[in-house]
């Protein structure tokens, strides 16, 4: 990371940040034993096709979760005066990963290529923005006892925090990949995108479509969507 600060007045300071992060070898569960799609395949001869043969599902723990992480930090903070103090801040920031999940269950689609999900980490925001106040509230200098001790001394504090969304995927609900259930976990087929207009259609129910459910389709039989 890199951090350059300025004081802009006597009582106001800004400073602006990189920092940025790489990681390797992070752990996580993992499906040790997958069906292997093969024509004929089906779900009643899941077991049969697993990579070793009547075991069942295996889940275990393994290394093979990378991730970067880069962003750009821009604060303003203004010392108390006058009762008042104000801190704010900015952060422009991407987060990529190939698996955001951790041990206990599996969300790995292809458990045989991990790296088929790298893409922005489930907790990826790409905007934040912070604004923190704190007043100090004027003294009654007319009081005095216990009536000072209650009523004097008192701080006001808000914070305000806007983020965009956080990233999703749309899952197909299915197990066409025949890769079989996972302990814990189910199946993690994607849906097909067939159009590039994901975007909530106007005039819909939001809290119905959060995007546009006719951009996506079953995936096909053996793929992982």
């Known amino acids: 990371n890199m951090t350059m600060e300025h004081e802009l ?20 569960s993992m499906e040790f034993n997958p069906a292997i799609y093969a024509p ?14 009547g075991i069942g599902a295996l889940q275990g723990v393994t290394d093979f979760e990378y991730a970067n992480y880069n962003s750009l930090q821009v604060q303003l903070k203004k010392r108390a005066q006058r009762g008042l103090m104000i801190i704010g801040n900015y952060v422009y920031s991407k987060c990529m990963d190939n698996n955001s999940g ?6 790995v689609r292809n458990k045989l ?32 006892g216990i ?27 299915k197990d066409n990949s025949l890769s079989g259930p996972t302990t814990n976990s189910g199946t993690n087929d994607n849906a097909d995108q067939i159009s590039a207009d994901s975007a909530r259609p106007a005039g819909v129910n939001q809290l119905q479509e959060w995007f546009n459910t006719g951009a996506y389709v079953e995936n096909k039989l053996g793929t992982y969507g």
């Open 9 to 28: 007045t006597s009582n106001m300071g800004l400073s602006v940040a990189y920092i940025g992060s790489h990681t390797v070898k992070g752990m996580s």
């Open 40 to 53: 004929g395949a089906t779900e009643a001869n899941v077991d049969s096709r697993r990579i070793y043969p």
């Open 102 to 107: 951790t041990i206990g269950g599996v969300s």
């Open 113 to 144: 290529d991990p790296n088929l999900d790298y893409g922005p980490c489930d907790f990826d925001h790409t905007n934040a923005a912070n604004i923190s106040l704190l007043y100090n509230l004027p003294r009654m200098g007319s009081l005095h």
């Open 147 to 173: 009536a000072d001790v209650a009523l004097n001394g008192w701080q006001l504090t808000s914070i305000i925090t806007a983020t965009t969304g956080s990233p999703f995927s749309v899952n197909s609900g």
